[in-house]
């Protein structure tokens, strides 16, 4: 739907893997094959290169609206905005020995506010029952809601066709990176987190759901009332029915796409419910695509999260005994983050003389910390 509702999706776009097997498998000379941080001004033309593989609203795939969002992504790493609210991250996964970004994931530090509403379809049941016939019925009825108080949102998320399946698990880097970042800032986001998840389309990215229901009371077709919704959301408001729609009303195969996920997000879904986050029953107004949700302090991630100061390994710690992290840090460059193996003890993080000279961190750092579940 909208650019601040990002959907989670991995493409499935079998013309645009340009890049052989053999040069994804290829060993890595550095230790840390790949590096997490925020987007800058010069990966404008590599994230458009993404954004346009998945031809979405997850990110702008006009070159100036991208521009201004990375612009809006460094004020928001760097505090600068005029308030909180109006915060957008954007992070990029890039390939350290190539340099070539291969992923991109976001946060929306608040998604529904009274100058742009997060709209939504509430999911409800009503049961009818005839004494006279001796039948019930269960129906599924969709109710337009909206919050101008709304949640953080996380989304964004796309990775390269050619790295879908890499061993580094390119995607749950992508996922668990916002997480970490709002764990290591939590003043900066709400209290929920919600995430929108990209539901069955047509071969030609068409909703059955929107020819059913919002094209008839719009006229607009699909794409171009997600693009008119990213600038402007009144006539949601204004000629969305207020009363709610029954989905028996609606034909059999949109039925049973309403709050489904699509075959390229489940795997999204699976690593959101393994940290915590439910579906709420509530579905995007536009493509019926459903939203999942937590309070942050019930992520799973958020609750083990830990900040740890750096210090190298020189005792010999068995490999064994080590664990897998994603850490993150903030230097002259922005923020940073990082898939490692490394030794905690109580405030103390033992790392590997390589891995900290491979990230350029010093002995003393402070990083934050979560488990690469």
């Keep these: ?118 709209y939504y379809l509430e999911m409800a049941n009503d049961q009818r029952y005839s004494k006279t016939l001796k039948t019930m019925f269960r129906h599924t009825y969709l109710t337009l809601r909206r919050s101008i108080d709304g949640p953080t949102e996380v989304g964004g998320l796309i990775v390269d066709p050619a790295f879908r399946q890499h061993s580094a698990k390119i995607g749950k880097q992508l996922s668990f990176v916002r997480f970490l970042y709002i764990a290591m800032h ?22 059955l759901f929107w020819e059913c229901y919002g094209k008839r009371v719009t006229g607009l077709d699909f794409r171009a009332a997600d693009k008119l919704s990213t600038k402007d959301k009144e006539f949601i408001e204004t000629l969305f029915p207020s009363i709610p729609i029954y989905t028996c009303m609606l034909p059999v195969n949109v039925q049973e796409q309403i709050g489904r996920v699509g075959a390229a997000s489940q795997g999204a879904v699976h690593l959101l419910e393994k940290i915590g986050l439910r579906f709420l029953r509530h579905v995007d107004p536009f493509d019926a695509g459903p939203y999942y949700g937590a309070k942050v302090e019930d992520v799973a991630l ?72």
């Excluded at 996964?93 to 970004?101: H, N």
């Excluded at 939590?186 to 909703?207: D, G, Q, W, Y």
Aim: proline share 7%; with cysteine; aromatic share 6%.
């Design 1 to 118: 739907m909208i650019l601040t509702t990002g959907r989670y999706s991995h493409p499935h776009n079998s013309s645009a893997v340009t890049v052989s097997t053999l040069e994804v498998a290829k060993p890595a000379v550095s230790p840390i094959p790949f590096l997490l941080r925020e987007a800058t001004p010069a990966d404008a033309a590599p994230i458009l290169r993404l954004a346009r593989l998945l031809d979405s609203i997850n990110l702008p795939t006009e070159k100036n609206d991208l521009v201004a969002l990375i612009q809006r992504s460094q004020q928001s790493f760097r505090g600068k905005l005029k308030t909180r609210q109006a915060g957008m991250y954007l992070f990029v996964l890039q390939e350290v020995v190539t340099r070539k970004i291969v992923g991109t994931a976001m946060i929306i530090a608040k998604h529904g506010t009274p100058e742009s509403p997060h």
């Design 186 to 207: 939590p003043e900066r986001f709400e209290e929920e987190v919600i995430a929108e998840m990209m539901p069955p389309l047509t071969e030609n990215k068409e909703s």
């Design 302 to 373: 958020v609750k083990r999260f830990r900040r740890y100061r750096l210090v190298t390994d020189r005792s010999g710690h068995e490999a064994e005994a080590s664990q897998e992290l994603l850490i993150g840090w903030e230097g002259s460059k922005g923020f940073s983050a990082a898939r490692v193996h490394a030794q905690p003890e109580s405030s103390v993080l033992f790392c590997p003389a390589a891995l900290l000279k491979a990230l350029n961190l010093k002995e003393g750092m402070e990083i934050g910390a979560v488990p690469f579940l």
